[in-house]
């Protein structure tokens, strides 16, 4: 194996142990929602919602601008300004007594978010120009990954009543050690194109329309995120009103959730590596996952809250945003950063908008809740079936 090729490896292993800290960064303030909403004297609901909501808002400010800049600057300084928010907000938030406060280390969040993703969604595309697809979809194992562990983690530290700073102390380490394992390693060009299954980065029939396809798979940033985001952040809270479940059975779901996010993943990367391009992809999951929620809109039942968790985890979040990004970097391959920069952004407002929208809708009807991500579902179908109408007249589908 050739020096490069271990290099490519060595960044995407760095890259992928950073997804799972993400993860673990964008739902701790819920897990931990208890022990948090007693330090900040709030409730948990609306209180550390408008704490939770701040990740959006950082996500939205800097996006954007971090794509652009590192399409310019390059992909290694952004990975780690995005580490070092985390890092911030991990080492800040135990010792912080108000909620103002809090909200603006929540920002730092979405800040680290949006630096993370835009270095390192196009260093995977430029480390692995031909296996995109597969290398960015595993990006969703990691994130579930997180996912999976930070419930066994908080169930842990309530049952023993341990403080949690301790555990945000513990993931400021980890992120430290991957800092100074990733400083040796030299990336690829940022100029370097994704290449078609026979190696030619040349599979246009005629131009894409930034303006038609470009705003449509954009738009999908939201709708596919706030598909995962509902359930991923609200459906514990959703089995306790619902169906009397109880805290920890609830907080569980999320870790058989995250269990078949990560089985799906898997499959999912094999499956584009070697049978279904992404464009199929971006609008059947989400027609599974409208699907799924469907029938959970008109079961509410502990099953159900089972079958859901597991459902969605496998179709919504399995990877359909990061093979939306695909798409978007096959149809505009000079403008990577750029392409995570818009569609982040969006995926960002959604993280904005569910933690203020949610809860209120819940307080209503909990039902409401689930028809709110059937209808987020339902677009992203639709948006995904246009895109692959232009998406075909194009590109030669026979050279991608």
């Keep these: 194996m050739?020096?490069?090729?271990?290099?490519?490896?060595?960044?995407?292993?760095?890259?992928?142990?950073?997804?799972?800290?993400?993860?673990?960064?964008?739902?701790?303030?819920?897990?931990?929602?208890?022990?948090?909403?007693?330090?900040?004297?709030?409730?948990?609901?609306?209180?550390?919602?408008?704490?939770a909501s701040g990740i959006g808002i950082g996500k939205i400010l800097l996006m954007f601008v971090g794509g652009m800049l590192?399409?310019?600057?390059?992909?290694?300084?952004?990975?780690?300004?995005?580490m070092a928010c985390y890092i911030v907000f991990f080492v800040s938030m135990p010792f912080c007594h108000n909620i103002d406060i809090a909200f603006c280390l929540a920002i730092a969040i979405g800040i680290g978010n949006s630096f993370l993703d835009t270095g390192s969604m196009p260093a995977l595309t430029e480390c692995f120009p031909r296996s995109s697809g597969s290398a960015s979809v595993l990006i969703k194992a990691f994130i579930s990954m997180g996912s999976?562990?930070?419930?066994?983690?908080?169930?842990?530290?309530?049952?023993?009543?341990?403080?949690?700073?301790?555990?945000?102390?513990?993931?400021?380490?980890?992120?430290?050690?991957?800092?100074?394992?990733?400083?040796?390693?030299?990336?690829?060009p940022k100029d370097t194109r994704i290449k078609g299954n026979q190696g030619s980065d040349d599979y246009f029939i005629r131009k894409p329309n930034f303006a038609f396809e470009g705003?449509?798979?954009?738009?999908?940033?939201?709708?596919?995120?706030?598909?995962?985001?509902?359930?991923?952040?609200?459906l514990p809270a959703i089995a306790i009103k619902a169906?009397?479940?109880?805290?920890?059975?609830?907080?569980?779901?999320?870790?058989?959730?995250?269990?078949?996010?990560?089985?799906?993943v898997f499959i999912t990367a094999f499956i584009v590596k070697k049978f279904l391009k992404p464009i199929y992809c971006i609008f059947i999951l989400p027609a599974m996952s409208s699907l799924v929620l469907l029938l959970f809109y008109f079961d509410l039942s502990p099953l159900m809250c089972l079958i859901t968790a597991i459902g969605m985890g496998f179709f919504a979040a399995g990877g359909v945003l990061q093979l939306t990004l695909v798409v978007m970097q096959q149809m505009f391959p000079t403008r990577k950063g750029l392409a995570v920069g818009c569609?982040?952004?969006?995926?960002?407002?959604?993280?904005?908008?569910?933690p203020r929208v949610i809860p209120e809708l819940a307080e209503i009807n909990v039902s409401y809740a689930i028809l709110a991500d059937l209808i987020m579902a339902v677009m992203s179908t639709l948006l995904g079936l246009i895109v692959y109408c232009r998406f075909i007249k194009v590109i030669d589908m026979k050279k991608i």
């Design 2 to 51: 050739d020096n490069q090729r271990v290099n490519s490896y060595g960044i995407a292993g760095s890259i992928y142990a950073n997804y799972i800290i993400q993860s673990i960064a964008l739902i701790v303030i819920m897990q931990f929602a208890e022990s948090i909403s007693k330090q900040l004297n709030t409730d948990v609901n609306v209180g550390l919602g408008y704490v």
């Design 215 to 234: 705003i449509l798979l954009i738009i999908m940033g939201f709708t596919t995120t706030a598909t995962f985001v509902i359930i991923w952040q609200w």
């Design 343 to 354: 569609m982040y952004t969006l995926s960002g407002l959604s993280f904005f908008i569910i």
């Design 243 to 264: 169906v009397n479940m109880p805290t920890i059975e609830a907080k569980q779901l999320i870790s058989f959730y995250s269990s078949a996010s990560i089985v799906s």
């Design 70 to 82: 590192s399409d310019k600057f390059g992909r290694k300084l952004f990975i780690y300004l995005g």
């Design 148 to 188: 999976f562990i930070l419930p066994l983690i908080v169930g842990l530290f309530y049952k023993y009543d341990i403080w949690y700073g301790w555990a945000f102390l513990g993931f400021t380490a980890y992120l430290i050690i991957n800092a100074i394992n990733l400083l040796p390693k030299k990336f690829p």
